[in-house]
């Protein structure tokens, strides 16, 4: 059984910062990818930012130059440091981890963590 666990979301004025984690605990064998997701009241959950197990980033257009994702594999945890906060960007905020269980098991399996608040005042 695999678990993320975030933390670091809370209240901030606009052009704040906000710093996200997300730890994964259980029975991890590597992880491929880890990304953060977010979604407000009444719109669809949208991709923020996403980090290969190579360090490839990959952000949303609305995100470009405020946000900055990173990992560190030795504690199965991935970060997102939030700058320049506006109002648009409160949501829930969710991680998802693509997870590999086994060496011998090709497969993965998809986790998400149980959300982070991330309120913005204007």
């Known amino acids: 059984q695999v678990q993320l666990v975030e933390s670091g979301g809370g209240l901030v004025q606009a052009g704040g910062s906000l710093r996200l984690s997300c730890a994964a605990s259980?029975?991890?064998?590597?992880?491929?990818?880890m990304g953060w997701y977010r979604q407000a009241p009444e719109k669809q959950r949208e991709l923020v930012a996403r980090i290969t197990s190579g360090g490839t980033t990959n952000y949303a257009d609305f995100v470009k130059g405020r946000f900055t994702i990173s990992r560190d594999n030795a504690k199965n945890t991935v970060y997102l440091q939030m700058d320049s906060l506006s109002p648009e960007d409160a949501a829930v905020y969710y991680c998802?981890?693509?997870?590999?269980?086994?060496?011998?098991?090709?497969?993965?399996?998809?986790?998400w963590g149980q959300g982070t608040q991330v309120t913005v005042s204007s």
């Open positions: 998802r981890f693509t997870v590999k269980l086994s060496r011998t098991f090709p497969g993965v399996y998809i986790y």
């Open positions: 259980g029975n991890i064998f590597s992880i491929n990818e």
